[in-house]
């Protein structure tokens, strides 16, 4: 300490100030909202989905909603029970996900019994989580090489409280029951599965979790902490007798609605789901070509602690927190033109949280703009804990998209809120986004304890014009852990693309080939248009394709027919199949060289495939000092076997310099589907932009203790 006092005491007033000036920018740097995924009620699996739903202003709550189902078509709850009935209305106006019970516990290395022990909403973490990667452009090999820190909300643990109830015996006892319902366990959970290094931490602030956690991995960030925060929130609704609890006092809606600001606000709908943000310092997103769907520019968590009852809301709390949040943008409160509030639906809560969101951000006033207020709640319910992580997303999609969205129940609001005096709106259609000298927006969200939290947003920069994509073939990679899940992987990802036309095939296959994790069961197709991807994806979802291990090592091609000269076999991976020996280590089952064959039965020798370290004596090998004649009429399919050993595969190969740009694909394809590392983005020197397309799908057995049941 008393060495870095020395040092400062050193500088000049001029280097002083840009050492500050340089701390301060550091401090306050914008942190990327890279990644986002998500299971939300209604079947909202994917941003998009949420987007269009939102959008459309179409809410998944109201008469029609139905209590949940597992995967084989059960209630979760028997409400034919005699201590259940009376709670099943309560129950079938709630907002569930159906299906909880499966999960893909093979893809995360979990026996079947720590799968069975394992709380549903952990279960949802792991899987939204590869979700969210997968967005972000992200794969598991980078992330490994980087600081990543993982931040959770999650409060409750109902998920053994029916076993509690039931009564569990000595026989339905597992060492798994207390790691599998911890929720300390859920971030640990996250990092051991992606097998990361960083800080991980669980929180719980009940519906302020999701903005209180986003806080604080924003600060590890600029503090470089950490280079990649994965922020997750789970929250099901597993006990029916806590929803009984809310509406004896008088929370549920009980039109089985939920419509905050607005004059049918008569309470609020409980759901559940989960949702997962990639954060990263925008300076890094950009570098790597990934814009984001929104900027963090500030943050702040803040408690009133001096009220008089625990659950008491806290106007001068909140507003409090916007300011500290607003504070840390350097904005003005004019720019902010959305708030994402915490209205749940209540109609005196409404009315105290609009004036206070009008005197936080400057709105009283016939010069102040109109500042434009709304709730993900009344589109998928009060997803309580996960309800920050939702109303999140919301906001940083309305910013991507530079637009916002309707309100339901906005062509009524509520008479009681002052609108013209405090300058908010609701919007009734969508409304492209009010032109400003910053595009921001704000997200709030408050405990049930007091603990509020507020999040302000900005847009990114409009993205820059892509460059020419050459139109010419690309090289289609797939994989996945099981052929069953490659089939639904390269379904998912063809209804997706189907439904769009903001893409291209180029930009496809180079996002699938350098940023996914490539398994061991894969598919390859040369495609050369959209229309071809589409249908090699048609193929890849109804065929099962060859299974192969991964591998990492660079390799030249030692081409027989011409001699001494060796060719660079662009992105090609030079280690066998499963192999995992250093080059020029080769063990006696596994060597890492293998011959490359023309094509057709009974072909001669035409090349070796090796690691550049071996290209020389591999050469003299086969070709024979002072030997006379081609090299492969002194090799019959003996030394074929003698060096290429057991476990590789052979490659077809021509005349390399009679391959144009589809027999390289068709080359690396032979390669990938042999199970090695190919970067088809060698032959492309100017490659296109990468793009956004959803996670792996992974397909889940049922996963659910007996004990669990409630009856």
């Not at 893809?107 to 997968?134: I, M, N, S, W, Y």
């Not at 840390?328 to 959305?338: E, I, Q």
């Amino acid at each position: 300490m008393n060495d870095y006092i020395d040092q400062l005491a050193g500088l000049t007033r001029k280097q002083l100030m840009v050492l500050l000036a340089r701390r301060h920018q550091e401090s306050t740097q914008g942190i990327a909202v890279s990644g986002m995924g998500c299971r939300f009620p209604g079947g909202i699996d994917t941003p998009d989905a949420l987007w269009e739903a939102v959008r459309d202003a179409r809410p998944v709550t109201g008469a029609a909603s139905q209590p949940p189902t597992d995967s084989r078509g059960r209630p979760r709850w028997d409400t034919t029970a005699p201590d259940l009935a009376p709670l099943a209305a309560t129950l079938a106006a709630g907002a569930y996900l159906d299906g909880i019970d499966l999960f893909d516990a093979e893809r995360f290395g979990l026996t079947p019994e720590e799968a069975e022990h394992l709380d549903p909403q952990q279960r949802l973490l792991l899987d939204v989580t590869l979700q969210a990667l997968a967005d972000a452009n992200l794969t598991l090999r980078t992330l490994r090489r980087r600081r990543v820190g993982v931040y959770v909300g999650i409060s409750t643990a109902e998920y053994n409280f029916a076993g509690l109830r039931n009564g569990i015996g000595k026989d339905d006892l597992s060492p798994y029951m207390g790691t599998g319902t911890a929720l300390s366990a859920a971030s640990g959970r996250i990092a051991l599965a992606l097998r990361v290094r960083g800080p991980a931490l669980t929180l719980d602030t009940a519906c302020s979790s999701a903005l209180t956690a986003v806080h604080l991995a924003a600060g590890a960030l600029r503090a470089e902490e950490c280079d990649v925060a994965v922020v997750g929130v789970s929250h099901l609704l597993l006990s029916p007798f806590t929803s009984e609890v809310f509406a004896q006092a008088g929370m549920i809606s009980p039109t089985g609605r939920c419509l905050p600001f607005t004059a049918e606000a008569d309470g609020y709908v409980r759901a559940e789901g989960c949702g997962v943000l990639v954060l990263e310092r925008y300076r890094d997103a950009a570098a790597d070509g990934r814009p984001p769907y929104a900027v963090v520019r500030g943050s702040a968590v803040h408690q009133d602690g001096d009220r008089e009852q625990l659950a008491a809301w806290s106007a001068a709390a909140q507003r409090t927190v916007i300011d500290l949040a607003l504070h840390r943008t350097g904005a003005s409160a004019h720019d902010v033109r959305y708030v994402e509030a915490q209205a749940n639906g209540s109609r005196v809560g409404g009315v105290v949280e609009a004036e206070t969101l009008a005197a936080a951000y400057d709105r009283r006033g016939a010069a102040a703009p109109d500042l434009y207020v709304g709730s993900a709640k009344a589109n998928l319910g009060y997803l309580e804990t996960a309800s920050g992580v939702a109303g999140m997303m919301k906001t940083a999609l309305a910013l991507a998209h530079r637009e916002i969205p309707p309100q339901p129940g906005a062509d009524h609001p509520d008479p009681a809120i002052a609108w013209e005096r405090t300058g908010l709106r609701l919007a009734t259609a969508p409304r492209p986004w009010p032109t400003t000298a910053r595009t921001l927006a704000g997200v709030s969200a408050t405990g049930f304890t007091g603990t509020a939290a507020h999040v302000v947003m900005e847009a990114p920069p409009p993205p820059g014009s892509a460059p020419p994509e050459h139109g010419g073939p690309a090289l289609l990679l797939l994989s996945a852990h099981t052929p069953a899940a490659l089939s639904a992987t390269a379904q998912r990802l063809r209804t997706h693309l189907a439904a769009r036309d903001d893409w291209s095939h180029g930009s496809v296959c180079r996002t699938l080939a350098e940023r996914r994790d490539h398994l061991a069961h894969r598919h390859a197709a040369v495609v050369r248009s959209d229309e071809d991807l589409l249908t090699a994806l048609g193929c890849a979802a109804t065929t099962d394709p060859p299974g192969a291990a991964p591998s990492s090592t660079t390799g030249v091609l030692l081409d027989l027919r011409r001699g001494a000269p060796t060719t660079e076999l662009p992105g090609l991976d030079a280690r066998p199949p499963g192999g995992d020996s250093t080059p020029g280590e080769g063990t006696g089952d596994r060597t890492p060289a293998w011959l490359a064959r023309i094509c057709g039965a009974g072909a001669p020798i035409a090349g070796v495939v090796c690691p550049a370290a071996l290209a020389a004596p591999l050469l003299a090998v086969l070709t024979g000092d002072g030997a006379t004649g081609p090299p492969w009429e002194r090799h019959d399919d003996a030394d074929t076997v003698t060096l290429r050993r057991t476990g590789t595969a052979a490659l077809p190969l021509t005349d390399p310099a009679a391959l144009d740009e589809a027999d390289w694909c068709g080359l690396l394809a032979a390669a990938y589907l042999a199970g090695h590392d190919v970067d088809p983005g060698a032959l492309t020197p100017d490659p296109p932009p990468l793009t956004r397309l959803p996670g792996p799908a992974l397909l889940g057995s049922r996963y659910w203790t007996d004990v669990n049941i409630w009856h």
